[in-house]
């Protein structure tokens, strides 16, 4: 009876459910405790600052600017920060993000060859110091250090003689004009649309183009003040996305910076303390009360002119391993230096607490490998693998990376080049092996099963698959040539030493 009455209500019947439960509300208030931990308000909350404020709200142009400086100075002065930005760039990049020119899915090798004399040289580079690589590992440290790095391109004339007409600048994220942000007003063929510190946008969300000073602002050197619209295609804007709608990266030393600092400040009072504990030695103490202290002026002398005993030196400084000589009846209290306790395990916990806030292993930030067995340490490098490719192919291969290919291709077209299927294969640096003893057999063994590639295996070593097989090819063809077998040779020796036995030709069907 009671579900006829529900239906009835709920399809337009007049009768109200007659059995329906009632709802009781409860109500939160201040100071309560609520369902969820999190979300209790109260004196053991008071200390969380809770914010609805979207990314762009949270990280303004002033915190933006306060986190730069501070992990620079951290970076310049702190050995754990110095460390940590090495070895976070160094593991995305390494010796280069390398790359295969293709056309419909095979290499290119005329392309690849111009690509190669461009971004292999000098010649790619708008300041002429470094080839792709050397940028790659200036713009990863950008990222870490200062939160996000801004790429520029940047035209050539036919006449500077360069294999392609574009080169790269690689600026910092104070280039970008944080003042730039609000409504833009549709004039001057303008659409319309928003800026967010710096980075313009279309009424739909398309990014446009970015408000760049004209120089640094912490720049030594005087040149044009204000700011000068990029087209957003001339620019690859490179930073780690933590959030939705997020447009400015943030430095990956925010969450450690103040435990760095704490930790840093700590060290320091220690040494201070030892140092201390360590000059002052004894304290000489006679049975004169109102008698001067040896070596130090009376205030009670007009001018300050009163005569110093000459007789024993003055106690107005301290030395390491200092005794002062004593008057007969005179006796020596030597001071007890205080124990620094609980040192090694502070300095351990601090240091494990900031290579996880960087997302670094222990071992690697530290260089502290007394605790560290085989199988714990390949474990915690295998997770770190893991999150270095993320920051390769979710982060800087996408930004970075595609921002050159896109750039290449249209210099291709510039050039009067045919550039359809053309694109190009990004291969990450290859990563040391742990235990290459079992390592090897593993990627044989999924080769000869199918389940992967020379190629593949190749460019998880970091390597270029058409080099390899190039090289590894010529190889065979000298070593064929000149009657040498080895049993590392697969087309002739068995994986167990054994010679390969080729099959008889059948005759019968003329094979």
């Not at 760049?212 to 030594?220: E, F, I, M, S, W």
């Not at 205030?299 to 390491?320: F, H, N, Q, V």
């Not at 290459?436 to 990627?443: F, G, H, M, R």
């Not at 992967?452 to 270029?464: P, V, Y």
Request: aromatic fraction near 8%; charge should be negative.
């Amino acid at each position: 009876m009671a579900r006829q009455s529900i239906l009835g209500w709920l399809f337009g019947g007049r009768a109200a459910p007659v059995d329906a439960p009632k709802t009781k509300v409860i109500r939160v208030g201040r100071g309560a405790r609520a369902e969820y931990d999190g979300a209790t308000e109260g004196r053991r909350a008071a200390g969380w600052r809770r914010s609805i404020r979207d990314a762009n709200g949270e990280l303004t142009p002033r915190a933006q600017r306060l986190l730069r400086s501070t992990a620079r100075d951290l970076v310049r002065n702190n050995p754990f920060a110095a460390r940590g930005i090495a070895s976070i760039a160094g593991s995305i990049v390494g010796t280069g993000i390398t790359f295969q020119v293709y056309r419909d899915g095979k290499i290119d090798d005329r392309l690849n060859a111009l690509a190669r004399r461009h971004f292999d040289t000098t010649a790619c580079d708008a300041s002429g110091r470094h080839d792709l690589y050397g940028l790659q590992l200036l713009a990863a440290r950008a990222v870490v250090e200062g939160g996000s790095a801004v790429i520029r391109r940047r035209y050539r004339r036919v006449s500077d003689r360069l294999p392609l007409p574009f080169q790269i600048q690689v600026l910092e994220a104070d280039y970008i004009d944080p003042s730039r942000t609000g409504a833009v007003t549709a004039t001057s063929g303008a659409t319309g649309g928003y800026s967010i510190y710096g980075i313009q946008f279309s009424p739909i969300g398309r990014r446009e183009g970015y408000w760049l000073y004209n120089t640094h602002p912490g720049a030594v050197t005087v040149g044009r003040t204000g700011s000068t619209f990029v087209a957003a295609a001339d620019i690859a804007h490179v930073f780690r996305t933590d959030r939705p709608e997020q447009e400015h990266g943030a430095t990956w030393f925010a969450p450690v910076i103040l435990r760095m600092r704490d930790f840093a400040d700590f060290e320091d009072a220690e040494l201070t303390r030892q140092k201390l504990a360590a000059a002052y030695v004894g304290v000489v103490t006679g049975e004169e009360v109102d008698a001067p202290i040896p070596g130090i002026v009376s205030d009670d002398d007009e001018g300050g002119d009163a005569p110093i005993d000459e007789e024993r030196e003055p106690l107005d400084y301290l030395e390491p391993g200092t005794f002062q000589y004593a008057r007969p009846g005179e006796e020596v209290t030597f001071s007890t230096p205080p124990k620094s306790d609980g040192y090694p395990d502070f300095a351990k916990v601090s240091t494990r607490a900031i290579a996880v806030g960087l997302g670094l292993p222990y071992e690697e930030l530290s260089g502290d490998l007394s605790n560290v067995s085989f199988i714990s340490g390949r474990l915690g490098r295998l997770s770190y693998r893991r999150d270095v490719q993320n920051w390769q192919w979710l982060m800087f291969i996408p930004q970075f990376c595609g921002s050159v290919e896109r750039w290449f291709i249209e210099a291709l077209e510039f050039l009067g080049e045919d550039t359809r299927g053309v694109t190009m294969e990004w291969t990450p640096p290859a990563t040391e092996m742990l235990d290459p003893s079992q390592e090897v057999p593993a990627i044989r063994d999924a080769i000869r099963a199918g389940l992967s590639t020379i190629s593949a295996e190749a460019r998880k070593r970091g390597e270029d698959p058409d080099k390899f097989l190039a090289e590894w090819a010529a190889d065979a063809e000298r070593l064929d040539a000149l009657g040498l077998t080895f049993d590392s040779d697969p087309r002739k020796v068995t994986s167990v030493g054994n010679a390969v036995t080729l099959p008889k030709p059948d005759n019968a069907k003329g094979k």
